[in-house]
């Protein structure tokens, strides 16, 4: 069963967002073109604003390289937020 989206969540989405991926996906390889799946639970960037039912994301691999760029449905995505915590002494 797949998440739904609430219009605050998809209002929220931006460019730069860090979001994590709820459905796995099949897609192309950003350099090769070949056929790949990118798996759910993998870390994608949101590269291009949010627009209608999609998203435009980056997955990349352990060293930064883009593996695929694609429209992702944002059902099929959950932001991650990251909050600061202070320092103790």
């Given at each position: 069963?797949?998440?739904?989206?609430?219009?605050?969540?998809?209002?929220?989405?931006?460019?730069?967002?860090?979001?994590?991926?709820?459905q796995?996906?099949?897609?192309?390889?950003?350099?090769?073109?070949?056929?790949?799946?990118?798996?759910?639970?993998?870390?994608?960037?949101?590269?291009?604003?949010?627009?209608?039912?999609?998203?435009?994301?980056?997955?990349?691999?352990?060293?930064?390289?883009?593996v695929?760029?694609?429209?992702?449905?944002?059902?099929?995505?959950?932001?991650?937020?990251?909050?600061?915590?202070?320092?103790?002494?």
């Amino acid at each position: 069963m797949t998440p739904h989206i609430t219009d605050e969540l998809a209002d929220k989405l931006k460019e730069h967002d860090v979001v994590v991926l709820l459905q796995s996906t099949p897609t192309t390889h950003f350099e090769s073109g070949e056929p790949i799946t990118i798996t759910q639970g993998s870390v994608g960037t949101i590269v291009d604003d949010y627009i209608g039912e999609t998203a435009l994301v980056e997955f990349a691999d352990a060293d930064g390289c883009a593996v695929a760029i694609d429209a992702i449905p944002v059902e099929h995505l959950m932001l991650l937020v990251h909050q600061m915590s202070a320092a103790t002494a």
